[in-house]
Each structure stands twice: as structure tokens, then as C-alpha cells.
């Protein structure tokens, strides 16, 4: 590891901006939102950063506005507590600053038929046994909304009808429909055999489609969201542990040029005394 120099590319790009111009493309989660904002005001102090790219199109004159690639419960935490501006990490949404992939839901503790009589309780979901290979052609074909793996090796495939937003709304009601009744984790795996690896009590693997970064973009700017726990955004040179005081956020007192001349001497004070540091590796904290 290596102190950060400011004229290194990987130096995060921070910036305050108000809360009002962060557009998520995500439901964010109201289990985890609500311990955040209590974890904030306990710490008084926001540790690691939204992840935001601009969003094109806006209007001439008007002050720009960030899609939230990473960081929905954080930024609805600042909406919640009041805040009128959050400090963000600016990314461009390409590769190789950007890699966007798809997180799985392993559900434990779920019957098989309970699960499917669930599924077909939702409306306008159609649901279709089939083997797993099958069903895993027809998600990369995007033939299917979701393909869910079962541990002895069989699947089924979920169907609907409609566009891009159709088919979000109801990705929307399929995730409601176990997200507050039965346990689930997020894998980064399809593979039913590695899931139950790590987590030996799933009993249904549910995989989604991969998405572009355009249909991200597109949902934003509508207003429509996925659910939370799907898009996987993978970001080069991290901006973490930045513990800013939640004072900054909440005063209504100075704007965000006052405040950008703020982060910018307290970027150069850190710099100066060493305290910015880069990791090369992939590297796992146990503090969060």
C-alpha cells in the first residue's frame, strides 16, 4: 500500500452535493435504512461514501444530478434525517471504473412448495418447472425474469409479460414476496453448489437477468426502481472510512461551494499528513 498523491488517478473524486439531486435506481431498504440513521446520529459521522454517476440529459441551466450506483439506504438516511447535502464519490459509469454484474438471493428455511405457492400468488408471474441448464439459457436470453435453482438440481422459471418497467414492477412484488418473511443472503455465485457451501440452509437459489448500465440509467431518469439487492456495482479505487461529520451534511447554513472548499482543504490536510492510502488487492474489512 501506497500514500495517495493528488495528482494520482486513483484518487476518489468527492464531492457535496444536495441530497434532492440523487436519483436512486433502486428501492432502497427499510431494514437496513433504519438502523443506518441511527448508526449515523450515534456516530456522527458518515464513514464510506455514495457512489454516484452523473446523469445525461439534464436541463440547460439546471444543477446536475447523480444516479446511485451503491449506496441507496445511505443517501434515503440523509433524506430521512433532513440533511440538505451528501458527500458522494463521482464516478464515470463505463468500464474500468465501473463493472456491473448481478447479486443472487439465497433463501434458507423455505419449502420448496411454500415457495412456489408464494410465487404464484403474485400476479401476472407465471412460473414454469424446467431443468437448471434450461432455465439458465433461457434468463441469458432474457426469455425469463428469474430463474430459481433448487438444491436437488431442478428449477424453475419466472415469467412475465411487458417492457423494461413492466418487468422491474414485477421483479418488484417477486422480491417483496419473501424479503419480509423469510431470511435471504446475497451471493455473488449461480452456482446452487457453492451457495450451500457457505450458506449450507438454502433451499432456493433465486437468479436474476444481467443488466446495462443504459437500462440503470433509464430507470432512474423514470422513476421506476428495482429492487434493492440486484445490481452488483463493482468500484475501482474505493473511497472508504472517510468518517466526514454528520455536522457537515446538516448544516443549512453554507452552501455546497462553501462546503466543497471545506472537503477540499480537509482532503489536502489528509494527503499532506499521509493518511490516504490505496489497497491493490481485493481486500475484506471486518469492521462494517
Known amino acids: 500500500m501506497n500514500p495517495a498523491l493528488p495528482s494520482d488517478y486513483r484518487l476518489p473524486d468527492l464531492r457535496f452535493v444536495g441530497v434532492d439531486a440523487l436519483v436512486p435506481h433502486e428501492q432502497h431498504d427499510e431494514q437496513r435504512m433504519l438502523p443506518l440513521v441511527r448508526r449515523m446520529r450515534e456516530q456522527a459521522v458518515l464513514k464510506n461514501p455514495p457512489v454516484v454517476s452523473p446523469l445525461p440529459g439534464g436541463e440547460p441551466g439546471a444543477p446536475p ?5 451503491d449506496g441507496a439506504n445511505r443517501s434515503t438516511a440523509a433524506r430521512h434525517c433532513g440533511f440538505p447535502h451528501m458527500v458522494v464519490q463521482v464516478v464515470p459509469y463505463t468500464e474500468p471504473h465501473v463493472q456491473l454484474s448481478t447479486w443472487a438471493h439465497a433463501l434458507g428455511e423455505y419449502s420448496r412448495e411454500d415457495f412456489e405457492a408464494a410465487l404464484r400468488q403474485v400476479p401476472g408471474l407465471e412460473v414454469r418447472a424446467t431443468s437448471l441448464l434450461a432455465g439458465r439459457a433461457l434468463l441469458a436470453r432474457r426469455e425469463a425474469i428469474a430463474c430459481v435453482a433448487f438444491a436437488d438440481g431442478s428449477a424453475d422459471t ?19 414476496s419473501y424479503r419480509s418473511r423469510k431470511r435471504f443472503v446475497r451471493v455473488t455465485t449461480e452456482s446452487m453448489e457453492e451457495t450451500l457451501d457457505r450458506h449450507p440452509e438454502t433451499t432456493a437459489l433465486v437468479v436474476f437477468p444481467h443488466f446495462e448500465p443504459a437500462e440503470v440509467l433509464e430507470l432512474a431518469t423514470s422513476g421506476a426502481r428495482l429492487p434493492a ?4 456495482h463493482v468500484i475501482r479505487w474505493r473511497a472508504l472510512r472517510l468518517n466526514i461529520p454528520i455536522d457537515r451534511l446538516a448544516d443549512n447554513q453554507h452552501d455546497t461551494d462553501d462546503k466543497s472548499r471545506w472537503l477540499a ?16 488487492e481485493p481486500t475484506v474489512l471486518f469492521d462494517e
Open 158 to 176: 419466472l415469467h412475465g409479460d411487458g417492457d423494461l418497467h413492466a418487468r422491474s414492477a414485477l421483479l418488484n412484488t417477486l422480491v417483496d
Open 229 to 232: 439487492g440486484i445490481t452488483r
Open 65 to 69: 444530478r447523480y444516479v446511485v450506483l
Open 265 to 280: 482543504d480537509w482532503l489536502r490536510e489528509k494527503l499532506s499528513t499521509r493518511q490516504v492510502r490505496w489497497y491493490e
